[in-house]
């Protein structure tokens, strides 16, 4: 369990009785597989670290018009931004994909790891601003006519990660509008690739099993 806990980002470079201390505070358990861990919209009032596993993070879009869904390997921590600011509440749902183990600590305890624990303090710092750079990247990005480029950007846009399995549930007209582009470009893009195994196509659903091979592909085409 001590190898498992220092493998979290929030507890890096921490001593054995400092990683002892915050286990002790914790609560850990271990859950078999398609086990809600946290949902979209709930009060996010404690943070959950997968320490074991994979989870699968669900987003249905404001508009309700996509899903999407990607995979997330331990150890990671979800969605650490959300403890704090306006809206403390998860942005998406997240569910075990297969037999998983998970810590939670509680918001108070949180707040005194923050005072008491400079390591702790400098990883969560670290943490939320390795996230802030992650969309600032994918966001901020110049035009491009290339549609293979918007699609990539779109993806990661709604990516945790830049890398693993993704799947978006969206109508061909939908996705054109996203993308400003016609319906039958899109479609001719998104057969090519499924021509190139590079994803899936099923009935109102693109599934792209690595993203990072993806990606390699558009920005070598270029």
Not at 40 to 47: T, V
Not at 81 to 94: A, I, K, M, P, R
Not at 100 to 112: F, H, N, Q, R, W
Request: proline share 3%.
């Amino acid at each position: 369990m001590y190898t498992q806990l220092t493998q979290l980002p929030l507890l890096q470079g921490m001593n054995a009785t400092e990683v002892a201390q915050i286990q002790k505070q914790a609560f850990i358990y271990t859950t078999g597989s398609n086990v809600a861990v946290c949902s979209q919209g709930d009060l996010c009032n404690k943070l959950f670290f997968l320490l074991k596993g994979c989870v699968m993070r669900h987003t249905l879009s404001q508009n309700k018009d996509f899903e999407f869904e990607e995979t997330l390997s331990a150890p990671c921590v979800i969605e650490p931004e959300s403890l704090y600011g306006l809206h403390c509440v998860f942005t998406s749902d997240y569910i075990t994909t297969e037999s998983s183990t998970i810590m939670t600590l509680t918001k108070p305890e949180l707040a005194k790891l923050f005072t008491r624990n400079d390591i702790f303090r400098m990883n969560y710092l670290n943490l939320l601003s390795a996230n802030i750079q992650h969309q600032h990247n994918v966001q901020i990005h110049p035009y491009t006519s290339c549609i293979a480029t918007r699609m990539i950007c779109f993806i990661n846009t709604l990516s945790s990660v830049s890398h693993g399995s993704k799947t978006l549930r969206i109508k061909m007209d939908d996705l054109a509008v996203y993308m400003n582009e016609t319906r039958l470009n899109v479609s001719r893009l998104l057969n090519k690739w499924a021509d190139q195994n590079l994803i899936t196509l099923q009935r109102k659903e693109i599934h792209v099993p690595r993203l990072e091979n993806l990606t390699s592909h558009v920005l070598s085409s270029q």
